[in-house]
């Protein structure tokens, strides 16, 4: 079965950090950019950040430029947000999604034409 596993959501208070896990079952991801997602209640999912197969190429929503750093480990077929200096504003499910061979480089923010999501983790920030 191919799939996208998020973790690493939770509880933190304002200020705080967690790190996001994105892992890949049954196929790898050497060939798929990813994009992280987050949908607050009542609110449209917003792109995040974006990265592309290689890691050489980093996208991030203005929102989170500056606190929030993609990165991924191929070997361990998993991709990982940082997130630093969280704010209740952040507060939303964040998902992550596929991208075969990088197609949606230039059009990473909108939500259709990735090929897989995963089903999301909770982020709360919160006092």
């Known amino acids: 079965q191919l799939q996208l596993v998020e973790s690493g959501g939770g509880l933190v208070q304002p200020g705080g950090s967690l790190r996001l896990s994105c892992a890949a079952s049954?196929?790898?991801?050497?060939?798929?950019?990813i994009g992280w997602f987050r949908q607050a209640p009542g609110k449209e999912r917003e792109a995040v950040s974006y990265?592309?197969?290689?890691?050489?190429?980093?996208k991030y929503a203005d929102s989170v430029k500056g606190r929030f750093t993609i990165s991924r480990d191929n070997a361990k077929n998993t991709v990982y947000l940082q997130m630093n200096s969280l704010k209740p504003g952040d507060t939303a499910v964040y998902y992550c999604?596929?991208?075969?061979?990088?197609?949606?480089?230039?059009?990473?923010?909108?939500?259709?034409?990735?090929?897989?999501w995963g089903q999301g983790t909770q982020v709360t920030v919160s006092s």
């Open positions: 990265i592309s197969s290689s890691g050489g190429s980093l």
């Open positions: 049954g196929f790898t991801l050497d060939y798929y950019a």
């Open positions: 999604a596929a991208d075969r061979r990088n197609r949606l480089s230039y059009y990473w923010e909108q939500t259709t034409g990735y090929d897989y």
